[in-house]
């Protein structure tokens, strides 16, 4: 879908690595609410990632790939000037514990503080995934135990790969 000046775009952003499926019932939900959700991956280069930009936008693209207003991205830019350059102007983010809740709120807050025409909307996360994030995912695996449940298929082969290759 293109985006015009009445439709609601919505930017997702985020680390994704890898994507579990606590972010993937974020961005169904969000699909669901807007015209256009777009999920961007942070290219920051401060964070050393397990996966690559390029790998964890292809791991979203296959997940998303039955939403037909997802699409996948990544930034390197500030979060507000970036989603200009999209025409976005609403940010979403997940909070799973009061914990999320206070760091989300002082991000929200800065990007409030840099642009106030854009809001950030948040979502509960769906209880049974509020345990559930990337690190958790990555530790697991790297043990080699059973993260089926943690994220999908694709993702599952993706991890397995990644820690043989590094054996
Ligand atoms: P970041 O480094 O920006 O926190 P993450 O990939 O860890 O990137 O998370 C992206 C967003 O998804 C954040 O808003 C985070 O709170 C949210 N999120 C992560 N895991 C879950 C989950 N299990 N349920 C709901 N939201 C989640």
Known sequence: MKPNDRSRVAVYPGS?????????????????????????VLNNTSKSPLFSVEERKEMLREVTSDLPNVTVDSFRDLLVRYMKSRNANVIIRGIRSVTDFE?????????????????????????KYSYLSSSIVKEIAMFNGN????????VE???????QSKD
């Open 157 to 163: 082969q993706r991890l397995a790969e990644k820690y």
């Open 16 to 40: 994704f690595d890898p994507v579990t499926y606590g972010h993937i019932d974020i961005i169904r939900r969000s699909a669901k609410q807007f015209d256009q959700v777009i999920v961007a």
């Open 103 to 127: 760091y989300e709120l002082t991000l929200a807050s800065t990007n409030r503080l840099l642009d106030s025409e854009i809001d950030t909307i948040f979502m509960m996360t769906d209880p």
């Open 147 to 154: 993260v089926s449940e943690l994220v999908p298929p694709f």
